[in-house]
């Protein structure tokens, strides 16, 4: 009981960020029409201070 106990402290701490900055969402979507087709993208990320992780996808419709 305990270990679950401090479990949940530890995630609480890390989720509001009293251990460091927390990790902020982004996020963003584009849609590009054009001569060419149509381009749809989509990426996704977190960052904080000294840390940022993100991934992006694109595609074309001719």
Known sequence: MKIVVL???AVGLAGCGANGAPLR?????????GSGGVSVGNS????????????????SLN
């Open 25 to 33: 969402p982004s996020g963003s979507t584009s849609l590009s029409v």
């Open 7 to 9: 479990m949940v402290v």
């Open 44 to 59: 996704i990320g977190l960052s904080n201070s000294t840390f940022s992780l993100g991934v992006s996808q694109s595609s």
